[in-house]
């Protein structure tokens, strides 16, 4: 007698049969999921390595709107009455630099290094504050006046004009928040520096000479004698 054991086509296959299938598959699609993973992983290590890569990378996170806040209130310190005459400006560029170095270590590894590009002003005059009675003189139609010596008011930087030309950090180091603001500083005394040695409070004083003469002579003032 002979027994047929071929399963029924509608039989289902045994459960050990499944479990295999089953861990055939599982095993297929970590491994297809992995080689996908180590491909992109790849990618971005030799797209990062490039730098082009870092810096996109780095311009991403940075990006977005800058969000600046003005909802705090104004506090005014101090009012003052101001009887400045300012008879001569001077506008001026500069480039200068400055350098924060280590002793122990060359630059490229710990050395922070600013080039700034800087555009400023320079204005002097004379302060009328400072006139005395008895430095005006008056003899009919003539007048003469003894006029305050000549001074700087203000050295200003225009900071919509003045750019970093570069920046050069070792790569060791951080860039130093206040290395700019020291910069800037030394800007402002190389600028006065420079508009002294030009010789702007002589421009100055020739000006607020010829300003004065010619407002005095419209009150009605024939002769004006201004020293």
């Given at each position: ?6 399963p ?43 730098g082009l ?6 311009g ?11 909802d ?7 009012i ?59 003899r ?5 006046i ?6 700087v ?5 225009d ?24 910069v800037?500083?030394e ?15 002589k ?22 004698d201004?020293?």
């Open positions: 007698m002979t027994i047929d054991s071929t029924l086509a509608n039989e289902p296959a045994p459960r050990g049969m499944r479990g295999n299938s089953r861990s055939a598959y599982s095993w297929i699609l970590g491994a297809f999921l992995g080689a996908v993973l180590t491909v992109i992983l790849t990618g971005a290590v030799v797209w990062l390595s490039t890569g870092l810096l996109h990378l780095m991403i996170l940075r990006g977005g709107r800058t969000l600046i806040n003005v705090q209130p104004t506090v005014v310190r101090q003052q009455q101001l009887q400045r005459l300012e008879t001569v400006s001077y506008t001026m560029d500069k480039i200068i630099s400055g350098e924060h170095a280590n002793a122990y270590l060359p630059k490229f590894l710990a050395g922070d290094r600013l080039l700034l590009v800087v555009h400023g002003e320079v204005v002097a005059g004379i302060n009328l504050a400072g006139l005395e009675p008895g430095d005006v003189l008056i009919g139609q003539k007048v003469s003894h006029l305050p010596a000549t001074e008011f203000h050295t200003r930087i900071n919509a004009r003045t750019k970093v030309y570069s920046r050069d950090t070792g790569l060791f180091s951080s860039p130093d928040p206040n290395l700019e603001s020291e800037r500083e800007a402002e005394r190389q600028l006065q520096q420079a508009a002294l040695q030009d010789g702007i409070l421009i100055a004083a020739d000006n607020a000479r010829n300003t004065v003469s010619g407002m005095l002579k419209g009150f009605g003032f024939l002769e004006v201004t020293r």
